[in-house]
Nanobody, 125 residues
Framework: VQLVESGGGLAQAGGSLRLSCAVSGGTFSSYDMGWFRQAPGKEREFVVAIDWSGDTTYSADSVKGRCTISRDNAKNTVFLQMNSLKPEDTAVYYC???????????????????WGQGTLVTVSS
C-alpha cells in the first residue's frame, strides 16, 4: 500500500490549503484514514481522521472548526481542507491508513499501518 501526499506549501496566516493523499494498493474503502503532523522538535500528533465509510470524522481540539477531512472512495483519495491557518499549524503533514475495526483507534498513530512520506506546510505570520 502506498500513500502519496500533495498540496503542501507556504501559506499566510488566515489563509487556506487543501492537502490530498492518494492511496494505491489494498482496498481503500476498508481503511480508516488519518492526518497527523509533526512540527520541528515535537512529537507527531493527531489532526483529523475519517472512518472507512466517511460517515464519522474526528478532529483534534487544536484544529476543530478549521480543518475538515473528507474522502472519495471512488478515487482512493482523502483530503484535508485547512482554513484560518495559524503559524502554529506549520509542520510536516502525514497521511496514514489503517484497517478499519469497530471504529477504534482513529486518533492513535500507533494503530495506523501505512504512512505517506509527508508534505510540508509552512504558515507565515
Amino acid at each position: 500500500v502506498q500513500l502519496v501526499e500533495s498540496g503542501g506549501g507556504l501559506a499566510q496566516a488566515g489563509g487556506s490549503l487543501r492537502l490530498s493523499c492518494a492511496v494505491s494498493g489494498g482496498t481503500f474503502s476498508s481503511y480508516d484514514m488519518g492526518w497527523f503532523r509533526q512540527a520541528p522538535g515535537k512529537e507527531r500528533e493527531f489532526v483529523v481522521a475519517i472512518d472507512w465509510s466517511g460517515d464519522t470524522t474526528y478532529s483534534a481540539d487544536s484544529v476543530k472548526g478549521r480543518c475538515t477531512i473528507s474522502r472519495d472512495n471512488a478515487k482512493n483519495t482523502v483530503f484535508l481542507q485547512m482554513n484560518s491557518l495559524k503559524p502554529e499549524d506549520t509542520a510536516v503533514y502525514y497521511c496514514a491508513a489503517k484497517i478499519s475495526f469497530l471504529g477504534a483507534g482513529l486518533r492513535d498513530p500507533r494503530t495506523y499501518r501505512y504512512w505517506g512520506q509527508g508534505t510540508l506546510v509552512t504558515v507565515s505570520s
